[in-house]
């Protein structure tokens, strides 16, 4: 006999829509979608990202707590600057994500019954 235990399906399937959430939650944000893009140059210092969006620091952040978390955007610490860059798993990761919520099933019907 083969046993399922339903309430552990239905708590791996709501965590991977939350993190589906959490991944394109940095991307639903203008300041975000500048950070990103200037990122797409290379790394970045925190002061330099905050003098290009001409934010606060606790403006920057909360921005890059959010797409740290996304794991969209990585950092490391040298001495007492951060910097920042685009993570290419996290950003692949967003891709793939992407185009699988948008692929239409085998079983795609354009009609109801």
């Known amino acids: 006999m083969i046993y399922i235990d339903i309430h552990r399906c239905e708590r791996m399937i709501l965590m991977d829509y939350q993190n589906t959430a959490k991944l394109f939650k940095a991307f639903c944000d ?3 979608l500048r950070i990103i ?3 797409k140059d290379g ?3 925190a002061c330099t990202l905050q003098d290009e969006l001409t934010i606060v620091q606790s403006t920057l952040s909360h921005h890059m ?3 740290i978390e996304s794991k969209v ?3 490391r610490k040298d ?3 951060t910097y920042y860059s ?3 798993s996290g950003s692949e990761l967003a891709k793939n994500t992407l185009s699988e919520i948008l692929t239409k ?3 795609y019907s354009s009609f109801c019954i």
């Open 30 to 32: 203008e300041n975000r």
């Open 37 to 39: 893009d200037l990122l």
């Open 43 to 45: 790394e970045k210092c």
């Open 65 to 67: 707590k959010i797409l």
């Open 73 to 75: 955007v990585e950092s």
């Open 79 to 81: 001495k007492k600057w």
């Open 86 to 88: 685009l993570s290419d």
């Open 105 to 107: 099933s085998e079983n």
